[in-house]
């Protein structure tokens, strides 16, 4: 089954709006999200792209389980501007986050931090 009323109340958004944003009718993702009906491919890739999920996270597959969760337009461009940094740059921002969170690195990398 897939996972549309969890991520959906993650983010805190009505069906509505949730298919406004997603270009789809109201009354298709209401059966999709009900079980009554499965969406097409390309629109559980929507789904999934809108979500930051896998397409095998949103379908419930246990197998190869990538789970990003909902990042909001900030964090999606920070994930972005990080992914063009060097080694050296990545090491200042890392340190950067740490001191903003009051955490340590050791934190961060032993994913004790969430």
Do not use: W
């Not at 959906?8 to 789809?24: F, P, T, Y």
């Not at 501007?81 to 934190?107: H, N, P, R, Y």
């Amino acid at each position: 089954m897939l996972k549309l009323k969890q991520l959906r109340e993650e983010v805190g958004l009505s069906q509505k709006s949730l298919a406004d944003k997603l270009g789809l009718a109201y009354k298709n993702y209401n059966t999709y999200e009900l079980g009554r009906a499965m969406p097409d491919v390309a629109t559980l890739i929507k789904i999934a792209n809108f979500y930051h999920v896998s397409l095998d996270y949103l379908c419930d597959n246990n197998f190869h389980r990538l789970e990003l969760g909902y990042l909001s337009e900030n964090k999606e461009c920070i994930v972005k501007a990080v992914k063009t940094l060097s080694d050296v740059e990545s090491e200042k921002v890392l340190s950067f986050i740490c001191g903003l969170k009051g955490i340590t690195e050791a934190d961060l990398k032993g994913d004790i931090y969430k």
